[in-house]
């Protein structure tokens, strides 16, 4: 007996009732599913708000980012974004799949990485990324520290600027994210901030030039008063340089700009030569364990950098990452930091910029 035979031997109504209920499972059936690779996509357009930006995390062609992203929609039958000319934003039902979204791959992070350990005896890579300061003078001591606790892991390292190490992390390429808070502190939504060290700003001048107690830099010998008004700057990003070029004209009003650079390390070797002065954190100035000479620091009023590891909360309790991260604010909080001296008086006041 078919099963068409069996529907007429039925009450109309309960025949019915059947073949709509074989219909629906085989609409079910034919109905594509989620994958966890249109999740990772949603997440990175959701963080990042551009597809251009997102398609750089993730490392894929725009075209198929987009493509994904439409076969998501589809699937969950509604728009997850408005598109805008500029700019995506989430929809109601974005909002409400962003949360859920980030609990399943983070469960399926914790899975792969909790297989990790029954691999066979291949080595653990710890992937992080990090400003040059705190990768030179912080991890070393950390590093060396986690590996007597875990002698088969290895790292792979890479020295990157503040918006590319967050996008990496966005990436999946590092697991941490070594850098100035204060540099990404709207774009990290999603990772916890470790705190590691207060690095406070300075102003860097060559040995020669002693401030010590001067109230008016006019006072100064004329080749030292030469020296104080020849600055060199840091080119890091449009706000970031308009912030130090604003605190050169509000405290050295005649100062002239001789030299532009894109490493705090360059322009402290600049100033060591004789070149001018600059605006540098204090772990710049330090090589090694030791601070450097041939230059005086001074303290300025402005606000420190923030120095964190950023990472997603699974490495917070997960190993080796925990133990790395708890050895980086061990590091942090033994650091000596090098001898830096009082405010000069004629600079100890009020600053409209903070850096």
């Known amino acids: ?10 009450p109309a109504d309960l025949g019915a ?24 996509i949603f997440w990175a357009v959701a963080h990042s708000e551009t597809l251009t930006r997102a398609a750089k995390q ?23 974004f408005r598109r805008h000319s500029n700019e995506m934003t989430l929809t109601e039902a974005g909002t409400y799949l962003l949360p859920r979204a980030e609990q399943i791959l983070r469960n399926m992070q914790d899975l792969e990485d909790g297989l990790g350990q029954f691999s066979g005896g291949h080595r653990v890579t710890v992937r992080l990324a990090g400003i040059n300061s705190v990768l030179r003078v912080v991890l070393p001591a ?19 600027a503040p918006a590319d190490i967050l996008e990496m992390l966005y990436g999946r390429r590092v697991s941490i994210g070594l ?36 109230a008016d830099p006019r ?67 330090v090589s090694g364990s030791a601070s450097l000479d041939g230059v005086r620091l001074y303290r300025i009023n402005a606000d420190a950098r923030r120095i964190v590891a950023l990472v997603a909360s699974q490495y917070r309790r997960q190993e080796p990452y925990a133990s790395l991260i708890d050895a980086l604010q061990a590091a ?19 600053s409209l910029s903070e850096f």
């Open 219 to 285: 006072e100064l010998a004329p080749p030292d008063w030469a020296m104080l008004n020849r600055s060199i700057q840091f080119i890091f990003g449009t706000q970031h340089a308009k912030r130090v070029a604003d605190w050169y004209d509000q405290m050295l009003p005649e100062h002239r700009v001789v030299a532009q650079c894109r490493s705090f390390e360059v322009a402290i070797g600049l100033v060591r030569a004789g070149s001018g002065i600059c605006l540098a954190p204090a772990l710049s100035t």
């Open 58 to 80: 993730l490392g894929l062609a725009q075209p198929s980012l987009s493509q994904q992203l439409s076969k998501l929609e589809t699937t969950v039958g509604t728009r997850l």
């Open 332 to 350: 942090g909080e033994t650091l000596a930091l090098p001898g830096i001296r009082p405010t000069p008086p004629f600079l100890d006041r009020a």
């Open 1 to 10: 007996m078919t099963d068409d035979d069996e529907d007429r031997t039925l």
């Open 179 to 214: 850098l100035a808070a204060n540099s990404v502190a709207e774009a990290s939504v999603g990772f916890l901030q470790i705190p590691i060290i207060e690095d406070p700003y300075v102003l860097v001048v060559p040995e020669q030039l002693n401030l010590d107690d001067i």
């Open 17 to 40: 009732l059947l073949q709509t209920g074989r219909q629906r499972t085989a609409l079910r059936a034919r109905r594509p599913e989620i994958t966890l690779h249109q999740l990772r």
């Open 142 to 160: 950390a590093l060396t520290s986690t590996q007597s606790k875990f002698p088969d892991i290895d790292f792979d390292i890479q020295e990157s």
